[in-house]
């Protein structure tokens, strides 16, 4: 079975802090996603990845940038935490354009204070 | 840009009954569509897809849905709901100008069973 790991299922963070949210995924996907979820909102794409350092703005990339050194490995960074970036972050993965299959990780809870 | 539209935030329904969850698509090319389900403090996971063939897709669960191009629709039913299907269902897209490889969410829909 495809298994989609993100590093933490909760995390508390301070105003201005620099966040690191990790994601593993172990079946060799081509693409990965980075999403936050909130309600009402639905899911909103913040950054995607189709490549090793390849990666392609989302919906809401302001505030976050992601980095993809290997293909497992798909990060999202908070620059400096705010508020605002308080929410539910999912992680993503899919094998290439022609397998679409979305396999997610568990989420992470990020309350930023 | 390529949006998906969920009608109904949340839908009740009573065990037994036809479950009915609606998804319209903005797009002149059709996309691939999902439906995903995702059951408290949990990912999301796959119910079902289209992406070419059959218009009448059948997923997991009992679930099924019927891709309509005219109507630029996605709808997911399910003859007799049960107690255990109360969860968010979220239709997506994979639009074919990013070579289907950006998915692409509407805001859900919580569904609710009585019994």
């Known amino acids: 079975d495809v298994k989609v790991t993100q590093s933490s299922r909760y995390l508390v963070k301070r105003t201005g802090e620099k966040v690191f949210l990790e994601c593993v995924q172990d079946?060799?996907?081509?693409?990965m996603f980075w999403y936050r979820q909130d309600p009402g909102l639905g899911l909103r794409l913040i950054y995607f990845?189709?490549?090793?350092?390849?990666?392609e703005k989302g919906d809401i990339p302001e505030g976050y940038s992601v980095s993809r050194e290997k293909k497992e490995r798909f990060s999202l960074i908070l620059e400096s935490a705010s508020t605002n970036q308080t929410s539910m972050y999912l992680c993503?993965?899919?094998?290439?354009?022609?397998?679409?299959?979305?396999?997610f990780g568990q989420g992470t809870r990020l309350t930023v204070v | 840009a390529q949006s998906v539209t969920q009608l109904g935030s949340h839908v009740s329904v009573s065990e037994g009954a036809l479950v009915l969850l609606r998804c319209n698509y903005s797009s002149s090319v059709p996309p691939y569509l999902f439906w995903y389900v995702q059951y408290p403090n949990q990912g999301l996971q796959l119910l079902l897809k289209?992406?070419?063939?059959?218009?009448l897709v059948k997923g997991i669960n009992g679930f099924e849905a019927e891709f309509k191009k005219s109507e630029t629709s996605f709808h997911l039913t399910k003859p007799s709901a049960h107690m255990s299907d109360a969860a968010e269902y979220f239709c997506?897209?994979?639009?074919?100008?990013?070579?289907?490889?950006?998915?692409?969410f509407g805001t859900g829909t919580r569904l609710l069973v009585s019994p």
């Open positions: 079946m060799d996907h081509e693409n």
């Open positions: 289209y992406t070419t063939g059959a218009t």
């Open positions: 997506a897209v994979s639009p074919m100008n990013t070579g289907f490889q950006k998915l692409v």
């Open positions: 990845s189709y490549d090793v350092k390849m990666k």
């Open positions: 993503a993965s899919t094998f290439d354009s022609l397998n679409t299959e979305a396999f």
